[in-house]
């Protein structure tokens, strides 16, 4: 863990300036409670021609939040900044735990879902998953160990999401 305190204080000191933690602070407010996620759930479950892909989305999302939650609670890790006394946050303090990072889980089981359906924007949504990952990092409110762990989960519920999806579209052809 000093390891990791000590790359993260790197990380920050490296890229930080006034842009830098604009950017990240607005990055990571997008991936607050996977709300740009969930915005984009809405938007291809509104179109015919893209229901199934958002509801894939759907899945991966929901099996991604049990499963981080399960785990944050499991690990009991605190988080960065509270090891570092004069560290100041450029966010509001999450309440919850560490380890995994739940902005990163829920971000890439959402691109993960994507990229399993072939869609054609996975290139830009893997660009703004790695964005927020980074951002908690940046932030200083993860752990690199814990952006690696959301990142795992994360691609491990996008296809879990697809065979959710496959299931409920025979349940409901019935």
Request: glycine share 6%; aromatic share 14%; with cysteine.
């Amino acid at each position: 863990m000093i390891y990791e305190l000590r790359f993260l204080e790197s990380f920050h000191d490296a890229l930080s300036c006034a842009f830098m933690d604009w950017l990240m602070v607005l990055v990571s407010w997008l991936g607050n409670g996977g709300a740009i996620w969930a915005l984009l759930c809405f938007v291809l479950l509104c179109r015919h021609q893209t229901r199934r892909l958002g509801l894939s989305m759907v899945f991966s999302l929901l099996i991604e939040l049990v499963f981080c939650t399960m785990l944050k609670n499991i690990f009991a890790r605190p988080r960065p900044f509270s090891f570092q006394r004069d560290a100041e946050l450029l966010i509001p303090a999450p309440t919850d735990w560490s380890f995994p990072s739940g902005h990163t889980a829920s971000s890439f089981a959402a691109v993960s879902a994507l990229h399993d359906a072939g869609w054609k924007l996975t290139v830009p949504t893997s660009i703004l998953a790695s964005l927020i990952a980074i951002s908690r990092m940046y932030l200083f409110v993860h752990y690199p160990s814990d952006i690696i762990a959301g990142l795992i989960l994360g691609l491990i519920c996008g296809p879990l999401g697809r065979l959710f999806a496959t299931i409920a579209e025979q349940f409901w052809k019935k």
